[in-house]
């Protein structure tokens, strides 16, 4: 499979999880990959990882913290050093959970910050050079907490970001259509990455979580990486401001 060949895919959160598994994907494609996170020190790691799966790209890493803009701005400026940016997929995000009359201003920031904020920062640098192309292809990473309140937990700041992301998405596909850049958003379930795994070893969350989820499981990173590969490529030349749940059908009681 050579489809995403000479196409260079920029991924945040890239160093597990969801973001881990589409970089590996998107490699086998044959894609050029960077991958983007915070932490240098996994992201060595990841890069070792999707080097292993083969693919005929180019594997890059660069360090930066997406609720920077300023960060932002300087790893699409080093990307772009090195050659245009065919996709973007925003997977970098972080989960808090704190009764709403408890949560500090600081821990609601930093949900704001990482969640939305750092989605737009991405989709506004990268999203330029894609309008000014007339080509390219966003994929944003929402959440099922962006459609329904999830239960016990309470994490009204996440749902909220997320929320957010999805009309971003919404507002953004609509608004570059005619330029030829499409833009989409997948709102995943519960998923088994370092943030689920956290909640999992609650017993009574883990109950309620896949008690209320017709598949009766949680889902698997690649299930969602798999989506995002579909909206990234030319198969979904005309799906453009979408949100598709991976959820399991949590969303369809």
């Known amino acids: 499979m050579s ?3 000479d196409r260079r895919v920029v991924i945040t959160g890239a160093s597990s999880g969801i973001g881990l598994s589409l970089a590996k994907q998107v490699a086998q494609a044959g894609a ?3 991958l983007v996170a915070r932490r240098a020190h996994q992201l060595e790691e990841a890069k070792s990882q999707v080097e292993k799966v ?3 790209g180019r594997v890059e890493i660069i360090p930066a913290d997406v609720s ?3 960060e932002v701005s300087a790893a699409m400026a080093r990307v772009l050093q090195s050659g245009k940016v065919d996709v973007l997929v925003n997977n970098a995000g972080i989960a808090r959970n704190s009764p709403a009359i408890e949560t500090t201003d600081a821990e609601w920031l930093e949900v704001m910050d990482v969640n939305l904020n750092g989605v737009f920062w991405c989709c506004r640098a990268f999203g330029r050079g894609m309008v000014a192309r007339g080509r390219g292809t966003i994929v944003n990473i929402g959440s099922m907490s962006g459609i329904v309140a999830n239960k016990p937990q309470p994490q009204a700041h996440y749902n909220a970001s997320k929320a957010a992301v999805h009309m971003l998405t919404k507002s953004l596909a609509t608004e570059w259509a005619g330029t030829g850049v499409r833009v989409n958003a997948i709102a995943p379930g519960y998923i088994g990455t370092e943030l689920t795994q956290r909640g999992l070893s609650n017993p009574q969350w883990k109950e309620t979580w896949l008690a209320m989820t017709p598949l009766g499981r949680v ?3 690649g299930e969602v990486a798999g989506v995002a590969l579909f909206l990234a490529s030319d ?3 005309y799906v453009t401001g979408a949100v598709v749940s991976v959820d ?3 969303t369809a009681w």
């Open 3 to 5: 489809f995403f060949a």
């Open 32 to 34: 050029h990959v960077v």
């Open 54 to 56: 083969g693919g005929s």
């Open 68 to 70: 920077s803009e300023s």
């Open 219 to 221: 889902g698997e990173p």
């Open 235 to 237: 198969a979904a030349s």
């Open 248 to 250: 399991g059908a949590y």
